[in-house]
């Protein structure tokens, strides 16, 4: 294909990628999660990857091939992954947060299934760490990209992420449009840096991922040029 003669533009550049859904153990049989099919995130992997980067996939459980030539690291709650990422964070050159991470955990996590007793019952909460943010955090951090769904007021709810948790870059969907986002073989993103905003029309998540990787890109080298 085109891609044998491509560019390898990303050679020296490691790249660490969070993706998929995670789910958070009720009891040893059940758990709290989300549709997320870790699409986008294996294909911002792929991109990557044929771009010449070295790549380290943390994927929640997701039934996806791993993307030939990366490094997957499997995980399964918000907590793993956040470890994971916060391992493997301090030795990239970018990290892209496009794993769609539960918000909450449970509380107290029971040793044995749980019985149906009373007709009505609760379950306590606690949120769990924000692992983007975390990165965003370090010492020496990579460039840091994260993700955005949304379903109203895009553009505000993405800026406000961008700002609170300290990103170079954020990627934004409508998932109140159909065809794209949650579960979909098609996205169209609205990235934001704190000064700009690129448009990536709807196109399936490969092509989508090759652009986004290129603007990542882009915006990395601006960063870290000479001046
Ligand atoms: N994210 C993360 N860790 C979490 C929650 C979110 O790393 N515990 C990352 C996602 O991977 C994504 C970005 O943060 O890159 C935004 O996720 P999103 O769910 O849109 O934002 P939240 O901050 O969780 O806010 P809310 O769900 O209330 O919109
Ligand atoms: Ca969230």
């Known amino acids: 294909t085109s891609d044998f003669f491509a560019d390898k533009y990303l050679e020296n550049q490691h790249w660490v990628i969070t993706a998929g859904p995670t ?103 606690v949120k769990n760490h924000d692992i983007v943010a975390d990165v965003a955090q370090l010492k020496d951090k990579p460039f840091v990209v994260g993700f955005a769904a949304e379903t109203q007021d895009v553009e505000h709810y993405a800026r406000g992420k961008l700002m609170r948790k300290n990103l170079d870059l954020i990627a934004a969907n409508d998932v109140a449009k159909e065809n794209q986002g949650f579960n979909s073989n098609d996205n169209a993103l609205t990235v934001f840096s704190s000064i700009d905003k690129t448009e990536i029309p709807l196109a399936n998540k490969q092509q989508v991922a090759k652009q986004l990787v290129a603007l990542i890109n882009q915006h990395y080298q601006q960063k870290h040029k000479v001046n």
Do not use: W
Not at 40 to 58: C, F
Not at 85 to 114: G, M, P, R, W
């Open 23 to 125: 789910r958070e153990p009720i009891d040893p049989v059940r758990y709290i999660s989300n549709h997320s099919s870790g699409k986008m995130g294996y294909a911002i992997a792929r991109a990557a990857l044929s771009a010449g980067a070295k790549v380290t996939l943390i994927s929640g459980p997701v039934a996806l091939e791993a993307p030939i030539g990366c490094q997957l690291i499997q995980v399964t709650s918000a907590d793993e992954m956040h470890q994971a990422a916060l391992a493997q964070a301090t030795d990239c050159t970018t990290f892209v947060a496009c794993a769609a991470v539960a918000d909450y955990k449970v509380a107290n996590i029971a040793s044995e299934k749980i019985k149906k007793t009373n007709d009505a019952m609760q379950l306590a909460l």
